[in-house]
């Protein structure tokens, strides 16, 4: 029963790490409409810059990550300005066609300034683990299961309940009528591109921290894609909810299923569950559904 216990709740865990790379995807598609393919980069570009921050440059945690985050809201300010300020009203297929581009420019400009070694990245939280009885906890997804926790719900409250989150709502509905109604979809894009890129950091230091960064770990990118998916792509509290659900089913599959068949079903089982439900409900569980007059 212990055992369950420990691949349940550790499973829950990396569900939440998925969940807070998803509140990426799902923040800059509120404003937007757009499937950003290069979320995976953002988080290994965050990684890289918290790595230069304290171990290429040696600054202290309490000044380097802030910094981290402020170069992170500063970049994804940039790729709006310089990608996607123009193309709003254009249609859905050209912009993300543009992030396909974007993923592609931006491991390059990983690789051209971080180079393809891999770096050891900082200790943020302490190794050991939290010891529960006979469960055993890593303390960097028990602290960030917690932390994205509380950033779930408080940008559920910013985008319910706060004038400016308000506006980005309207503006995810429509564009053209967000202008009609005086809101700056320039405005509420951009911000949703500074709180992605800011997201994508805080979700590098939860997954990397201790272990190492390469341009290989914007995989967690692709991980945190049925999470989005089954969630709905305009829901931020239920993204929590979906990211538990995917990442207890994954753990229990490669705990129980991928030794008897000698495979990897663990990693794939996520999407099967994701086209299940897609199949069923395209919305997602807790997306928005659109009634359109013809």
């Not at 212990?2 to 349940?8: G, I, K, M, R, V």
């Not at 395209?282 to 928005?288: A, K, L, R, V, Y």
Request: hydrophobic share 60%.
């Amino acid at each position: 029963m212990s055992e369950f216990l420990n691949y349940t709740i550790n499973g829950a865990l990396i569900g939440l790490l998925y969940a807070l790379i998803a509140m990426g995807f799902i923040v800059i598609y509120r404003a937007s409409k757009v499937f950003n393919f290069a979320q995976g980069e953002l988080v290994v570009f965050g990684g890289f810059v918290v790595w230069w921050m304290i171990t290429s440059i040696g600054l202290p945690y309490w000044i380097g990550i802030p910094l981290a985050f402020v170069a992170a809201a500063l970049f994804g300010f940039a790729i709006e300005r310089i990608f996607f300020s123009r193309l709003v009203g254009e249609s859905v297929f050209a912009m993300v066609m543009v992030t396909i581009g974007l993923l592609i420019l931006l491991r390059g400009l990983i690789l051209v300034l971080f180079g393809p070694q891999v770096r050891p990245f900082p200790i943020i939280f302490p190794l050991q683990p939290v010891i529960i009885g006979d469960i055993l906890i890593p303390r960097s997804l028990f602290i960030g299961g917690m932390i994205t926790i509380v950033v779930g719900l408080g940008l559920s409250w910013f985008f319910n309940r706060t004038r400016p989150g308000l506006r980005m709502t309207a503006v995810a509905e429509d564009h053209q009528v967000a202008v009609s109604m005086g809101i700056s979809v320039k405005r509420s894009v951009a911000f949703a591109w500074i709180l992605g890129s800011v997201l994508s950091t805080l979700g590098a230091i939860i997954f990397l921290s201790g272990k190492s960064v390469s341009f290989l770990a914007s995989e967690i990118g692709l991980a945190a894609l049925p999470v989005a998916l089954l969630a709905g792509f305009e829901s931020i509290a239920g993204v929590l909810l979906a990211g538990i659900i995917v990442g207890i089913i994954q753990g229990l599959v490669m705990a129980y299923v991928d030794p008897v068949i000698g495979g990897s079903v663990g990693n794939v089982f996520p999407f099967i569950i994701m086209l299940v439900i897609l199949f069923i409900r395209p919305t997602g569980m807790f997306g928005w559904k659109m009634v359109e007059r013809v």
